[in-house]
């Protein structure tokens, strides 16, 4: 079940930049949708294009992340690796912070780092209802992903 991580927990891009969560969230809500660090992940990117064109103008970040290396997240995303921010958690530290338990995760981080909402596995409803939280707290439109 996820769970507020710690601030100071390290988030890394896959050019290997390291700001803490509470960095990334000084100004911006974060939505990231973590990945499988398995190449079936890539069958999930199509959601998660849908739901960062939604939010790619909101005052939040949206990121993919991969519990992975930088080879093998370019290897899953392809040229998703370069359209999005993306970051790798080789360690799981990042999903462990979380507490994420089954991925894909679909995962509102606010300014405070607590979290906003959280969906675990693939569950369109409870993916909806995560993107529909986000898009209040943003004052922004939803994605339709049910």
Do not use: Y
Request: proline fraction near 8%; charged fraction near 25%; aromatic fraction near 6%.
């Amino acid at each position: 079940m996820a769970k507020n991580p710690d601030p100071q927990t390290p988030l890394t891009t896959i050019s290997g930049d390291v700001r803490s969560i509470d960095d990334w969230t000084t100004t911006f809500h974060l939505c990231l949708i973590v990945l499988p660090d398995q190449m079936d992940a890539r069958s999930f990117l199509p959601v998660a294009d849908r739901i960062f064109k939604v939010f790619g103008d909101a005052d939040c970040h949206t990121a993919l992340v991969v519990p992975s290396t930088p080879a093998i997240a370019k290897r899953i995303l392809g040229d998703h690796a370069g359209r999005n921010l993306t970051f790798v958690d080789p360690d799981r530290t990042l999903v462990d912070a979380l507490g994420l338990e089954t991925l894909p995760a679909l995962v509102h981080v606010r300014q405070d780092t607590s979290i906003g909402g959280a969906a675990e596995g693939w569950d369109a409803p409870e993916w909806q209802r995560v993107a529909d939280e986000l898009a209040r707290a943003m004052a922004w439109s939803a994605p339709e992903l049910v």
